[in-house]
């Protein structure tokens, strides 16, 4: 008598069950989405933003933290620092990490004559 009872007592609909699982799955994702994905594309592009506005002077620091003025821009992905007195290096833009100060843009020597 009492297996029979609880045998029918676990048959039953699952249109309740789809439902209740569906929830959690959509309000994790919104967690992820407002905590984790949006935040990262903001810093992405603001990134993206600094990079694009790089001259020559601005005073910039790298990934590895090495820092020094712009002396040259390359190309789009190219940027040549000058760390010291007559020491250039060449560094990705994507390397760049922060720009420490921005500068008037330097005039070139060759214009001015």
């Given amino acids: 008598m009492f297996i029979s009872t609880a045998y029918a007592q676990g048959v039953g609909g699952g ?3 789809f439902l209740g699982m569906l929830f ?7 967690i992820f989405w407002f905590l984790l994905i949006r935040p990262q594309r903001k810093r992405m592009q603001e990134h ?3 990079l694009a506005g ?10 590895g ?5 712009v ?15 007559n020491v250039k290096m060449r560094f990705m833009k994507s390397a760049i990490s922060e720009v420490r100060s921005k500068t008037e843009p330097v005039k070139d020597s060759a214009k001015g004559k």
């Avoid at 959690?24 to 919104?30: D, E, F, G, K, S």
């Avoid at 933290?65 to 003025?69: R, T, V």
């Fill in 15 to 17: 249109g309740g069950d």
């Fill in 24 to 30: 959690p799955l959509v309000m994790i994702m919104a």
């Fill in 48 to 50: 993206q933003t600094l």
């Fill in 54 to 63: 790089l001259r020559r002077g601005d005073a910039v620091v790298t990934n």
């Fill in 65 to 69: 933290g090495i820092m020094g003025k």
């Fill in 71 to 85: 002396s040259k821009i390359v190309d789009e992905n190219e940027v040549v620092l000058e760390v010291s007195d």
